[in-house]
């Protein structure tokens, strides 16, 4: 799924616009830099200022309307353009008729910017970077660079993980609206499908797996599809909560066994709809084909 273009000029005869981006993937709470160029048209214009806006392709449930632009998305394909990130990078300026102006920037990311792959290899997720310079009373925007987040080194590490355990990968995508009893701060979060290793596969019937990162640690949610028993009337999701800091689990702890003890919390705790555990410790307050991670030689 792409953006849909915007127009290129800023009005008739006014100045274009586009949005430059560094080589390379950035990560959650890291700088993004690069640069807006701008090129004047038939005429003079004041650039009042220019802003740069984070955003990003977001899945929106039948009926929903409050997750996208108007027109951001294809007629009932359920998505939207979402701006997640709005960022000053220019003052007013006068852009000359003909003249070629840039803006250089490096603004840093939130933190719980989606990733869009995983060593090196796309999950299909759509995020962009455009520029918004006000000119003579003008709002257009530049088309949305791509842009690409590497995931934080907890997360990889909790992927790779899971992989470890025999997980697979079935989707990534983002879905509009906060999780409940978290810190999130995104009007969407991020999810990532993954198929049950044999241990769990008579247990669950997916996992999928949130994180939602700040400064000093990482909160990954569980959301675990039950498969229903012969009397259960069928499966039911149960969502459990994890802390762990970015610099990884203490003690003599590795990450394998630390996911592990999250799966079989989660699954212990089938009933539960908001368990919160720091380091897998509780604190009161057939399916389809999944896809197998990349090989870490694929960077």
Known sequence: MVFKRQPGPLGV???????????????????????????????????????????????????????????????????????????????????AAGERREVPFSVRLPWETPVTELRGRPLGLTLGVRAEPAAGGDGDRSDPAPLRVAPLPAQEAVLEAFEQLGFGLRSAGLEHGRIGGTGQRLPFRQEIGLTPSARYAHQLDEIELTFLAVPDALEVVLETDKRGGPSSGGGHDAVSRFTVPHTGPAGPQDWDYLVDGWIRESVEHRESYDCHAVFGHESPAPSPPSTPFASSTEL
């Open 13 to 95: 005869g006014g100045p274009t616009v586009d949005t430059v981006l560094d080589a390379g993937a950035v990560r959650p709470g890291g700088t993004l830099s690069g640069r807006v160029e701008l090129a004047g048209g038939t005429a003079g214009h004041d650039v009042e200022q220019v802003v740069l806006e984070l955003v990003a392709r977001v899945e929106t449930a039948p009926g929903e309307s409050g997750a996208g632009e108007s027109g951001g998305g294809e007629p009932g394909d359920g998505a939207g353009v979402v701006a997640f990130g709005r960022y000053p990078v220019g003052g007013a300026f006068r852009l």
